[in-house]
């Protein structure tokens, strides 16, 4: 059974889903040998349950060759010998270990205190199109933005963006275009360790350059090299799988939100007008990263991560023979847990395929950041580029509508299956009057 959204739905993959939900809501694929999840229940259970359905994908591989060696198979696929280790790609007890380092940087008090720079670069970008009356929403905004704030964090050139941009296209482009092409098959592998080398090389030249330096800076880059686990400084492998995970997971994902919410916006125009009726109410000191008072921003973000999830998929593999439902799934077999369905379950989410910015908080408990130990450690800075984003649109551009050469059918995935968002959103508006000061 195909558990993958058909190619040319990858834009609208939710009547899929929902077909999914109701008649094989656990569904394995015979062809690439992986489980689907798509029910909410199921994929919170699983999230939850980090002993039974590891991240760890080294076990994985040590699993399969253990069981190749007892079937005589001594020749191990070249590509399948080893995972590198992140904190995305680990299990307790280094997993814990691992975020301890850096979690600080990123909780909701500390990235706060950002808005005011990400203002600034987001009025930036503003002002170059403003004039046009005309701007592709990603590529104008939507990705440069959470692209340049990642790397300032980081404490990289942001004016390396264009590489990171192929970096995350070579990596993320070339797993997902179809369900045959799994991240974990051979292609796919041979690209994944280039761009890894490639990655590796430049960070290993500025961590040089901050080694030599010896100045004290407070990016994270240099807090990665001063951390410790048990005494013991951060290897050098753990610090690159450090930077490459958070320039990556920093900038692709938040693309995609700020794409999709302007995009439902303007799909659900209702939605949008009520949205600029109360904007000029909003405090962002009062609202901080609080959703819970609706319709508001923050709810509007909120909303788009449910409806829109920038993620769609996870992929967990089961550590033991383990029961979920009335499938048995067996240790060792891997599991697509779809996140951009379970926001969709129809059990949970009332009126689900509606996007609706007055669901409150507590209505609203998408799976978008992930759930359990590996919540999305960004997703307060995520949520706070998107909010800024919008905040400073409804400020600044009135009669925001699609551009004349927007058509649905020509709209592009951006990222493929494991992801959801559009490579263009051709945009027209006008300057408002005035330009509010924030
Ligand atoms: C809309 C934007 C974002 C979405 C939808 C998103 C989604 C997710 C999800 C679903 C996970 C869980 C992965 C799993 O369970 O396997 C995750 C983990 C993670 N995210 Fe995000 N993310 C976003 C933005 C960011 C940003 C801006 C950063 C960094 C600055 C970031 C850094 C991370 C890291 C480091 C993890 C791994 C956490 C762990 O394994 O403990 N993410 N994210």
């Known amino acids: 059974m195909d558990i993958f959204p058909p190619p040319d739905q990858l834009l609208n993959p939710f009547p899929f889903y929902a077909q999914m939900r109701k008649f094989h809501p656990i569904a394995y694929d015979d062809k690439n040998k992986i489980w689907g999840i798509f029910r909410y229940n199921d994929i919170q259970n699983i999230l939850t349950n980090h002993r039974h359905f590891s991240s760890d994908f080294q076990k994985l591989v040590n699993f399969q060759q ?3 060696r007892e079937q005589g198979q001594n020749q191990v696929h070249e590509t399948n010998q080893s995972v590198r280790r992140s904190l995305l790609t680990s299990d307790p007890p280094y997993h814990k ?3 301890s380092v850096i979690s600080s940087a990123f909780t909701s008090n500390t990235i706060w205190k950002l808005r005011p720079r990400i203002e600034e670069i987001c009025h930036g970008m503003l002002d170059k199109v403003i004039e046009q009356g005309r701007m592709d929403l990603i590529n104008d905004l939507a990705y440069p933005l959470p692209v340049t704030v990642i790397a300032e964090l980081l404490g990289i050139p942001p004016d390396d963006r264009d590489t990171f941009k192929r970096w995350a296209d070579e990596l993320i482009g070339s797993t997902t275009s179809s369900s045959s092409n799994l991240p974990t098959d051979s292609k796919s592998e041979q690209i994944f360790k280039r761009v890894q080398n490639e990655m590796d090389s430049y960070f290993i030249d500025i961590i040089e350059k901050r080694r030599m330096k010896k100045v004290s800076s407070k990016d994270l880059i240099s807090n990665l090299l001063k951390a410790e686990i048990d005494g013991n400084k951060l290897a050098e492998e753990e610090i690159l799988a450090f930077c490459s995970l958070l320039l990556l997971a920093g900038h692709v ?29 909003y405090n962002p000191d009062k609202h901080k990263l609080d959703a819970d008072n609706y319709p508001s921003i923050s709810s509007a ?15 967990r593999f089961a550590t033991e023979d383990v029961v979920i439902g009335d499938q048995k799934i067996q240790r060792g077999q891997r599991l697509i847990i779809w996140i951009g369905s379970a926001n969709h379950d129809e059990s949970v989410f009332h009126d689900a395929e509606r996007f609706d910015i007055a669901r409150s908080f507590s209505k609203n408990a998408h799976l978008a950041f992930g ?29 925001v509508g699609f551009a004349d050469e927007y058509k649905e059918e020509t709209l592009r995935p951006l990222y493929g299956i494991f992801f959801h968002g559009v490579s263009q959103l051709p945009l027209s508006f006008k300057p408002a009057k005035m330009r509010a000061l924030s």
Do not use: W
Request: overall charge neutral.
């Open 66 to 68: 253990g069981q190749m």
């Open 97 to 99: 270990q691992l975020r």
């Open 253 to 281: 994902t938040t693309v995609n939100l700020i794409g999709n919410m302007i995009r439902s916006l303007l799909e659900y125009p209702n939605q949008l007008e009520q949205l600029l009726l109360l904007s000029h109410n």
């Open 301 to 315: 973000v909120d909303e788009t991560l449910r409806y829109r999830s920038p993620v769609q998929a996870l992929i």
């Open 371 to 399: 759930y359990g130990i590996h919540f999305c450690l960004g997703s307060a800075l995520a949520s706070l580029e998107a909010q800024v984003v919008l905040k400073i649109i409804l400020d600044r551009l009135k009669d």
